[in-house]
């Protein structure tokens, strides 16, 4: 077995993680074809028999047997945050190297993510998330999260002793995350999204009912992601719609993910859109024609201010207004025209769309036209002068000043 992962440790290596992976697929992308030993062969098998989950739990637990008790969740998990702030060498072969240590830790891994109690698969699933917003992903962690979803779906249909809905609800979005931040999007997931389905409304009929805080939470996760199916979004929207929305501050958390759920379904889920029942098309226009305020409207930055000033120098109203769940500070809602200050921010390795290009995204497609205005470019003019004839010369270019 410790030949078998270590030669599984530098296999998987070679290969970045995919946005569609599933079990079925190992055997296709990660076993390069000089893996073909008698005993790596035999382990192929019988993980594509029985299960690649079963099958390694069964040969890690017996491996482990062998040689004393697993690593702790506490030292694993700090073990894993080490590595990710260490620098990787340039010799991947390096013993002493990130890469090298990784993969000697890669029994007790596969141990702790696949045996013992959820919360603490959970918190390894997420230190080892961390792992995959390193730049490049050069660690092979697309494999572990296999492992930990084929067993993970497999305890799903029953609540455990003393587990509620809202805490499931809660677990599902940190899994949904943890895959979100590494990269990873493999069919076998649709089991969680049949899991919503399907078992969520017994466990309300059997208990009490999931609070619409946790259903808003994991059906925003689930559409912010890009991990989700239409008939879990259905279920989660209707247990938010048993609460009347009376009830929710305009300016509460709540508020601002239905208002990002209701913007995201009609300009990026048409086929999710397609499959809402009446009720619950009803409630996303209510929540569209709500009032909601942000208290970021207010908050002013060096580069909203001054931009704002100069920009009324020209005779743009600069105006602020909130539109679904998004903050305009400096904008022109009859002509319905936003200049938007981009902050400086560092973004996370790996995003798909970072949440300034949504943004400019989703004002564009209900016909707003968005102007950015970067801080580090704001930041390079040195004097009054350069910062108005830069707005000039951006109005100008965007049509709209004419002398």
């Given at each position: 077995?410790?030949?078998?992962?270590?030669?599984?440790?530098?296999?998987v290596?070679?290969?970045?993680?995919?946005?569609?992976?599933?079990?079925?697929?190992?055997?296709?992308?990660?076993?390069?074809?000089?893996?073909?030993?008698?005993?790596?062969?035999?382990?192929?098998?019988?993980?594509?028999?029985?299960?690649?989950?079963?099958?390694?739990?069964?040969?890690?637990?017996?491996?482990?047997?062998?040689?004393?008790?697993a690593?702790?969740?506490?030292?694993?998990?700090?073990?894993?945050?080490?590595?990710r702030?260490?620098?990787?060498?340039?010799?991947?072969?390096?013993?002493?190297?990130?890469?090298?240590?990784?993969?000697?830790?890669?029994?007790?891994?596969?141990?702790?993510?696949?045996?013992?109690?959820i919360?603490?698969?959970?918190?390894?699933?997420?230190?080892?998330?961390?792992?995959?917003?390193?730049?490049?992903?050069?660690?092979?962690?697309?494999?572990?999260?296999?492992f930990?979803l084929?067993?993970?779906?497999?305890?799903?249909?029953?609540?455990?002793d003393g587990?509620?809905?809202?805490?499931?609800?809660?677990?599902?979005?940190?899994?949904?995350?943890?895959?979100?931040?590494?990269?990873?999007?493999?069919?076998?997931?649709?089991?969680?999204?049949?899991?919503?389905?399907?078992?969520?409304?017994?466990?309300?009929?059997?208990?009490?009912?999931?609070?619409?805080?946790?259903?808003?939470?994991?059906?925003?996760?689930?559409?912010?992601?890009?991990?989700?199916?239409?008939?879990?979004?259905?279920?989660?929207?209707?247990?938010?719609?048993?609460?009347?929305?009376?009830?929710v501050?305009?300016?509460?958390?709540?508020?601002?993910?239905?208002?990002?759920?209701?913007?995201?379904?009609?300009?990026?889920?048409?086929?999710?859109?397609?499959?809402?029942?009446?009720?619950?098309?009803?409630?996303?226009?209510?929540?569209?024609?709500?009032?909601?305020?942000?208290?970021?409207?207010?908050?002013?930055?060096?580069?909203?201010?001054?931009?704002?000033?100069?920009?009324?120098?020209?005779?743009?109203?600069?105006?602020?207004?909130?539109?679904?769940?998004?903050?305009?500070?400096?904008?022109?809602?009859?002509?319905?025209?936003?200049?938007e200050?981009?902050?400086?921010?560092?973004?996370?390795?790996?995003?798909?769309?970072?949440?300034?290009a949504?943004?400019?995204?989703?004002?564009?497609?209900?016909?707003?036209?968005?102007?950015?205005?970067?801080a580090?470019?704001?930041?390079?003019l040195?004097?009054?002068?350069?910062?108005?004839?830069?707005?000039?010369?951006l109005?100008k270019?965007?049509?709209?000043?004419?002398?």
């Amino acid at each position: 077995m410790a030949k078998c992962s270590s030669a599984f440790g530098r296999a998987v290596r070679t290969v970045r993680p995919t946005r569609s992976l599933s079990v079925s697929c190992v055997n296709q992308l990660w076993w390069p074809s000089n893996l073909a030993s008698p005993v790596a062969c035999s382990h192929l098998m019988q993980g594509e028999r029985i299960g690649f989950g079963r099958y390694f739990a069964a040969q890690v637990a017996s491996a482990e047997a062998a040689v004393g008790e697993a690593t702790p969740v506490g030292e694993l998990i700090s073990f894993l945050q080490e590595l990710r702030r260490a620098p990787l060498s340039e010799d991947e072969k390096d013993p002493e190297g990130p890469l090298a240590r990784y993969d000697a830790a890669g029994t007790s891994l596969q141990r702790r993510l696949i045996d013992g109690e959820i919360s603490d698969r959970v918190s390894v699933l997420k230190a080892l998330a961390e792992l995959g917003t390193v730049p490049g992903r050069p660690f092979p962690i697309a494999v572990h999260f296999l492992f930990f979803l084929e067993e993970y779906v497999d305890i799903l249909e029953t609540l455990r002793d003393g587990e509620t809905i809202a805490d499931r609800a809660t677990e599902l979005r940190e899994v949904l995350l943890c895959f979100h931040r590494a990269g990873l999007s493999p069919d076998r997931l649709k089991q969680i999204y049949a899991h919503i389905e399907r078992d969520f409304p017994q466990f309300e009929a059997a208990s009490a009912l999931l609070p619409m805080p946790a259903a808003v939470q994991l059906c925003h996760t689930m559409l912010a992601t890009g991990l989700s199916s239409p008939a879990a979004v259905l279920v989660l929207l209707r247990s938010a719609l048993r609460e009347p929305l009376l009830h929710v501050a305009d300016d509460s958390q709540e508020l601002r993910l239905l208002k990002t759920i209701e913007i995201l379904i009609r300009l990026d889920y048409l086929h999710t859109q397609e499959q809402m029942t009446p009720d619950v098309l009803e409630y996303l226009s209510v929540i569209r024609d709500l009032r909601y305020y942000d208290r970021e409207l207010r908050r002013e930055t060096a580069l909203s201010y001054q931009m704002a000033y100069f920009l009324r120098k020209h005779g743009f109203p600069a105006k602020r207004k909130m539109l679904g769940p998004y903050v305009l500070k400096v904008c022109d809602p009859d002509e319905r025209i936003n200049f938007e200050p981009v902050e400086e921010r560092n973004w996370r390795f790996g995003l798909v769309e970072e949440p300034p290009a949504r943004k400019k995204r989703h004002l564009e497609a209900v016909g707003w036209r968005c102007i950015e205005v970067q801080a580090a470019t704001w930041r390079n003019l040195p004097t009054y002068d350069a910062k108005a004839g830069y707005i000039r010369q951006l109005l100008k270019d965007s049509e709209l000043l004419t002398l």
